[in-house]
């Protein structure tokens, strides 16, 4: 199982918005609305920040947003922060009942 | 509150085996269908393998496929992951995470695969 295609490292200035893409096939990310969004601190374990490809886990900021077309899932994160500088991976349930994670993008703000 | 407490990583040589655990606590694990997730030193995530909710239905990674078996005990609330046959390219920090959506993980436990 090949991994997600994510950007190596994305950059934004403090108030501004970007967006994370995370491109699979159709066996996985198109195939079904079970994509995720975590974000990873360094020496930190990854949070879960949006599942089902849009939905917020409690007390996950609504600055944080998930959108998928096609074979392509986006996390775009508006009015960024300091705070928000971390590792991000998206991962995709697949045909073959198993996981794959994306290779991860670095979010420097 | 929900936590998940990972241990038994350590360092073991090549060909070894070595028994992850995962200790529960703030919810019925058995309840919910668990994961063991990996990440190298310095790398991305990837996902190991998974247990159904309520069975013992499991899944696994290609790369582990036939060498790690995921288990439960649910009078201890607890995830286990068997490694045998331990490759070089298995050592990782070794995390646990609940459900399908991977909503809570551990702070991992550290397997170096090493002669």
């Known amino acids: 199982q090949s991994a997600l295609t994510q950007p190596a490292s994305v950059s934004g200035s403090p108030g501004q918005s970007i967006t994370i893409s995370c491109t699979g096939t159709?066996?996985?990310?198109?195939?079904?609305?079970?994509v995720s969004w975590y974000q990873q601190r360094p020496g930190k374990a990854p949070k879960l920040m949006i599942y089902?490809?849009?939905k917020r886990p409690s007390g996950v900021s609504n600055r944080f947003s998930g959108s998928k077309s096609g074979n392509t899932a986006s996390l775009t994160i508006s009015g960024l922060q300091a705070d928000d500088e971390a590792d991000y991976y998206c991962?995709?349930?697949?045909?073959?009942?198993?996981?794959?994670f994306g290779g991860g993008t670095k979010l420097t703000v | 509150e929900v936590q998940l407490v990972e241990s038994g990583g350590g360092l073991v040589q090549p060909g070894g085996s070595l028994r992850l655990s995962c200790a529960a606590s703030g919810f019925t694990l058995y309840r919910y269908s668990m994961n063991w997730v990996r990440q190298p030193p310095g790398k991305g995530l990837e996902w190991v393998s998974h247990?159904?909710?309520?069975?013992?239905?499991?899944y696994y990674a290609d790369s582990v496929k036939g060498r790690f078996t995921i288990s439960r005990d649910n009078a201890k609330n607890s995830l286990y992951l068997q490694m045998n046959s331990l490759r070089a390219e298995d050592t990782a920090v070794y995390y646990c995470?609940?459900?399908?959506?991977?909503?809570?993980w551990g702070q991992g436990t550290l397997v170096t695969v090493s002669s």
């Open positions: 991962s995709s349930y697949t045909a073959r009942s198993t996981w794959v």
């Open positions: 089902d490809v849009t």
């Open positions: 247990i159904v909710a309520s069975t013992t239905t499991a």
């Open positions: 159709s066996s996985d990310v198109g195939g079904y609305d079970y």
């Open positions: 995470a609940r459900a399908f959506n991977f909503d809570s």
